[in-house]
């Protein structure tokens, strides 16, 4: 069973510990409110609603966050929306950016340009824009191989100006992420990687409410190794993904 109260509580030891030094950075009211100890849900956007983007939306859902999923055709969405009660949302890519504090973009690399030019200066005012896509050369063609030359990370950053980026949950496959939810399995970690503090702070509390222990493995620059495959797999410990990374660049 998805631990709903506990996410709660994450929440507040987190807020606690020295990362709330992090939230008083910026001084947003979403910051503010994020920071404080009671502090009410996030609004979640998912752009891209399919097996991976329903995975993590349903369990930021049954985590207490408000979620509105999203597609070009929401009616399709209306199944999975009814199963997951009154937090849960079904709306167009617009709607779910207008809706949502933090957005988490889970579509194919290719549509990452568009996406960035339907809705730059709008993800640029969200605390944190989640990166969960992935560049692949055979089905994305030449954004594809620009992204991989340059770094996802990078890549992503430069089609989504301004955006406080983090990547994170690139290489667990959907089924992985509600077994994790559900706390079956091992204690698994989730590699992450940006640059901003506060958007960081915000990912890392998501992770955790996700059942994941949240590991910064670097900036954005790194964001080029969170991609599926080795060195990454699904059910990684903090420990082996902190291994893997002490001797990346």
């Known amino acids: 069973m ?14 606690r510990s ?41 369990v930021w859902v049954k985590a207490g966050h408000p979620v509105m999923f999203s597609s070009r055709h929401p009616e399709q969405l209306k199944e999975l929306v009814a199963g997951l009660g009154p937090l849960a949302h079904a709306g167009t890519p617009a709607e779910a950016v207008a809706f949502a504090d933090v957005v988490a973009v889970v579509v194919p690399y290719g549509a ?21 896509s992935n560049p692949s050369v055979p089905r994305d063609g030449e954004l594809g191989t620009w992204a991989r030359e340059k770094g996802a990370g990078l890549a992503t950053q430069e089609l989504l100006p301004g955006a406080h980026l983090v990547r994170a949950f690139n290489a667990i496959n959907y089924l992985k992420v ?27 509390m998501l992770a955790r409410e996700a059942g994941y222990e949240p590991v910064l493995v670097g900036g954005l620059a790194m964001g080029k190794y969170l991609i599926p495959g080795p060195p990454l797999k699904a059910d990684q410990t903090p420990d082996e993904i902190r291994k893997i990374f002490a001797d990346l660049k």
Do not use: C, W, Y
């Open 18 to 58: 020295g990362a709330a030094t992090l939230f008083a950075l910026a001084a947003s009211p979403l910051a503010a409110r994020a920071q404080a100890p009671a502090a009410a849900p996030l609004k979640i956007g998912m752009i891209g609603s399919g097996r991976e983007g329903s995975a993590l939306g349903t």
């Open 178 to 204: 509600l077994e994790t939810a559900k706390g079956e399995g091992g204690h698994f970690g989730v590699p992450m990687a940006g640059d901003d503090p506060q958007a960081i702070a915000v990912a890392s």
């Open 112 to 132: 990452m340009k568009q996406i960035g030019q339907d809705f730059g200066p709008a993800l640029a005012r969200k605390v944190l824009v989640l990166d969960v």
């Open 2 to 15: 998805i631990r709903t109260r506990s996410g709660r509580g994450n929440r507040r030891d987190f807020l």
